[in-house]
């Protein structure tokens, strides 16, 4: 059955270079004065690190930031969404995992990793897309450079909503702006793109827009620039699926 309306937090953060205990007292302290109902939790990319290729910084499935994860949307009864550093069979990847409120987790790696930077030098690319079923709603999480293929995100699924998490820089924010846009419209789904603000370690900047459009091209969230902040945004279900129908665009594809 489909929860008529989803309720999507988001929550856009400075992170802490390099240092995972500090980055989960962070974001535990600022989901815990989430006192309004919500379904899903949304975290930046590498939300425990910061964008590194460091790999001397990876966990496991089995390490503290996943049960940290796990424990946080049990006592919140809501999903928790995020990627960091995961070691797995002498690979490294940049994981996202969508941990359900009962502790179950999907997982994505991801696909277009940032050669710009040499990421690709140090993580092992995923090469499967991700589509989690919750709560009667389809969301397909994705993580920061899979922004610029939209090939990769082409709603063949009949997803009802497209997630990014991402640390994308300052420098190239407009691109950011459009690309989610862009994203939205031509997948007729609710996009959510979920980014940091701040500095990192290698001096890039960071100012956020993190933001929630529906499928028609429109900013339905309020989130400044330059700033921490939490938001929570319903998602009607009805209006998007009346939409489509009405519409017809995905049935073209």
Known sequence: MVKES?????????????NSNQNRLLFAKKINTINHEVDVIVLPELFTTGFTKNINLAETMNGETVLWMQNLA??????????LIIKEHSNYYNRLLFVHPNGDINCYDKRH??????EDKVFTAGDKILIVAYKGWKICPLICYDLRFPTWSNNTYNYDVLLY????PQKRITAWDALLKARAIENMSYTIGVNRVG????GFSYIGNSVVIDALGTIVSTITANKEQTEIIPLPYQKQDNL???LGFLNDI
């Open 165 to 168: 998490v991402a640390s994308w």
């Open 74 to 83: 049990r006592k919140k009864k809501a999903a928790l969404v995020g990627s």
């Open 6 to 18: 989803l309720h999507i937090a988001i929550i856009q953060a400075n992170l802490v270079w390099e």
């Open 199 to 202: 500095q990192d370690g290698n």
């Open 244 to 246: 489509r129908q009405q």
């Open 113 to 118: 990793l940032f050669t710009l930077s040499g």
